[in-house]
């Protein structure tokens, strides 16, 4: 499939920087670009510049690559521009084969802190919002969700299925297996367990052989959890993966349901549904 990132969750908005001393020849074969030099991707795309014309590249992707899933990558931050962008895909009848949503939880330690920390809707109450934006048009049976923003174990990927996701992205899982340690030196060239670093005295310490099982493991134990926790829910399978089922201490001696959360119109016009802007 083709995603095309409009925003992560780590950084919406920011486009992410490939520092000269990273640029070896290697990558810049890869990338087309000249070697030993700054390469800084724009925070925005030159082939589209509003929803409509961002629909029609998708189908022209969709030609040109003959057929393959065509999707956007976005982290929620102005509801307006995802309602409008909804309204277009109705009115054109045009629409990505997927929306992944990437929530404020992704992270990364190449990104500004200030954007990590404060920026972005969070990622229960985006799936939430899609989730209700896409069925409000009719276009729910026609675009796939995918979740993405600190989903590790099998009770995450459960709740975000709840919430409208039809598939979850791990990153910070894998790269838990991989053996990160979260040192936040991503960005350096100095990544002490050799994944994020092209320094050969470092990432000689990644023993692929070894790390390759271990991913592996991981992914595989993790589907094996979901499982096993659905079985002791009673789910017989995803359709019963419903918000009703998921609960939420709010605040003292009060518990509520995803569904009260996310989806009442009441609790959803309350404080808790506006702290997506710096949470």
């Known amino acids: 499939m083709v995603e095309i990132k ?18 070896t020849p290697e990558i810049a074969a890869i990338r087309k670009v000249e070697p030993f030099t700054t390469v800084a991707s724009p925070p925005a795309h030159n082939a589209f510049h509003d929803q409509f014309t961002m629909l029609l590249y998708i189908e022209k992707l969709r030609v040109l690559s003959e057929g393959k ?45 200030e954007f990590t920390d404060s920026l972005g809707m969070p990622l229960y109450d985006a799936l939430a919002f899609v989730q209700n934006s896409l069925r409000k048009y009719g276009l729910r049976d026609e675009i796939k969700i995918i979740a993405a923003g600190k989903i590790i174990t099998g ?20 790269m838990f297996a991989l053996g990160c340690i979260q040192a936040l030196q991503c960005d350096s060239g100095r990544c002490p367990v050799g994944i994020a670093t092209q320094d050969s005295n470092l990432y000689k310490g990644l023993d692929i052989a070894d790390k390759q099982v271990r991913v592996a493991n991981f992914h595989g134990n993790t589907i094996k959890s979901t499982i096993e926790v659905m079985e002791a829910c009673g789910f017989s399978g995803l359709e019963d993966v419903i918000p009703e089922k998921f609960f939420r201490r709010v605040e003292q001696g009060k518990t509520l349901s995803f569904k009260d959360i996310y989806f009442s119109k009441n609790y959803a016009s309350g404080t808790l549904a506006q702290n997506y802007v710096l949470n």
């Open 6 to 23: 409009l925003s992560q969750g780590a950084k919406p908005g920011h486009g992410g920087i490939l520092p000269a001393a990273k640029n």
């Open 69 to 113: 899933p065509i999707g956007i990558k976005l982290c929620i931050g102005n509801k307006q521009e995802f309602e409008r962008l909804c309204q277009e895909m109705k009115h054109n009848n045009i629409f990505p084969d997927f929306i992944t949503i990437d929530g404020a939880e992704g992270g990364t330690g190449a990104a500004p802190l």
């Open 155 to 174: 009770v995450d990927i459960l709740k975000a299925i709840s919430l409208g996701a039809d598939i979850c992205y791990s990153a910070r899982g894998m």
